[in-house]
């Protein structure tokens, strides 16, 4: 069976592409990463290429040029733009990239039946919810149902961890001896992890007690 999964370099999509990879029945794996020029698309880029190439996946790399020009959120803004502290927090709705994961995921529908793929997978997760509208269970339903009636193939869209924690996910990285350090997570995009943004809090919490991440404070 082939399968196509979303995999941004981040440590969510990372586990879930290290479980897929030890599934027998699966023969093929096409990871497909999104250039929509936020300011940390290229460090997320280089972790999912090598974690692409760790995991023997067939790995692409697509360029939406056009959400940066007619989108707003400040992860497509300057660094300073970048809010600190938990997603729970109000200011955190500022980093949503409007319908992102709606886009992104009809892309790879009609890559998945492009390459006569049977299933397509993206790591969203519990943790999501609060602030992304497009990584909520009620979204992924109504997509499922859109991608198998709307493909020949009847593509079948998977989302694994949409009701689990990153720190469920984490847990299960930590059981098949993932390397997290193989991962990016932070918006600001410098060359360590801020330690302060949504995501890096995020997944301090995710990680604790086996975190390796070098972070600036």
Do not use: Q
Request: aromatic share 12%; charged share 25%; glycine share 8%.
């Amino acid at each position: 069976m082939k399968i196509v999964i979303i995999l941004s370099g981040g440590m969510d999509s990372g586990v879930l592409l290290s479980e897929l990879f030890l599934r027998t029945n699966i023969s093929a794996i096409y990871a497909l990463t999104f250039d929509y020029g936020s300011r940390h698309n290229k460090r997320e880029i280089a972790y999912a290429r090598k974690l692409a190439y760790g995991y023997c996946a067939d790995h692409k790399i697509i360029k939406l040029d056009f959400i940066k020009k007619y989108f707003k959120s400040s992860l497509l803004g300057d660094m300073r733009d970048i809010p600190e502290g938990h997603y729970a927090s109000e200011n955190m709705k500022s980093t949503v990239v409007p319908f992102r994961n709606g886009i992104m995921l009809s892309i790879a529908c009609g890559y998945a039946e492009s390459i006569n793929a049977e299933e397509l997978y993206i790591a969203n997760h519990a943790g999501d919810h609060f602030i992304y509208p497009d990584c909520r269970p009620a979204f992924i339903g109504h997509l499922k149902e859109a991608m198998h009636h709307g493909t020949f193939n009847n593509i079948r869209l998977k989302s694994p961890y949409c009701h689990i924690t990153k720190r469920d996910i984490a847990l299960i990285g930590k059981k098949l001896k993932f390397d997290f350090k193989n991962t990016w997570s932070c918006y600001k995009g410098s060359n360590k992890h801020c330690g302060k943004c949504g995501t890096c809090v995020e997944r301090k919490e995710a990680l604790e007690g086996f975190d390796p991440t070098e972070y600036i404070k």
